[in-house]
């Protein structure tokens, strides 16, 4: 059987969440999965970029990340979300491109595929639940199979959220815990995902 397809969508203002979605990437490429890494288009005023420093410094380093397209989507088993937490609810640069998605959701094109998704606030708790279950609308509305990390490896309980891996960006960049709650969260998709390709094919 082919490799499961993964692609991973994300947006990431300061860096924060850009830096889980790369440790996805590694625990999904160690799973076997073909991934693409994929940043959502930009869409703030360049007067609010230029307010935080940090900001405008992300952008440049993550100028080597390729842009998201529908193709991304079309082409993936499974889908992981990363977006910041915008007062309990994803970032709209990310719905941005979620509203661009119609013509494949009319086609059929985005279910029976496994999302899950990850966030970050700048508080404890912050909204971060409340994001990713926003996100699972989604997922429903496109017939998607919605797969959690729950409490299925050690590191969930040190990272405490069964929902998806989460970090208070507060108290500065990602440690090891939710990088490894990143990890497992993109093994778990990748594996769920290959049981599914492989009974399809079966």
Do not use: C
Not at 79 to 88: K, Q, S
């Amino acid at each position: 059987m082919e490799p499961v397809n993964l692609a991973i969508i994300y947006y990431s203002a300061t860096g924060t969440i850009h830096a889980l979605a790369r440790a996805a990437a590694e625990g999904a490429e160690k799973a076997g999965a073909h991934v693409r890494l994929r940043k959502v288009a930009e869409t703030a005023p360049p007067e609010a970029i230029g307010a935080d420093p940090a900001w405008g410094r992300h952008i440049e380093d993550s100028a080597d990340v390729a842009e998201a397209g529908l193709d991304d989507l079309a082409w993936a088993d499974a889908v992981l979300f990363g977006t910041p937490t915008r007062f309990g609810n994803p970032a709209s640069q990310l719905r941005a491109f979620i509203d661009t998605t119609g013509p494949l959701w009319f086609q059929g094109l985005l279910a029976d595929k496994v999302y899950s998704a990850f966030t970050a606030s700048n508080t404890a708790h912050g909204g971060q639940e409340s994001t990713l279950l926003a996100l699972g609308n989604t997922f429903y509305h496109w017939g998607g199979i919605i797969v959690p990390p729950g409490y299925t490896d050690p590191i969930q309980f040190q990272s405490g959220n069964p929902y998806g891996t989460s970090h208070v960006s507060g108290d500065g960049a990602p440690g090891d815990v939710p990088l490894d709650a990143a990890r497992h969260q993109a093994r778990r998709v990748v594996d769920t995902a290959a049981s599914l390709k492989a009974g399809r094919a079966a």
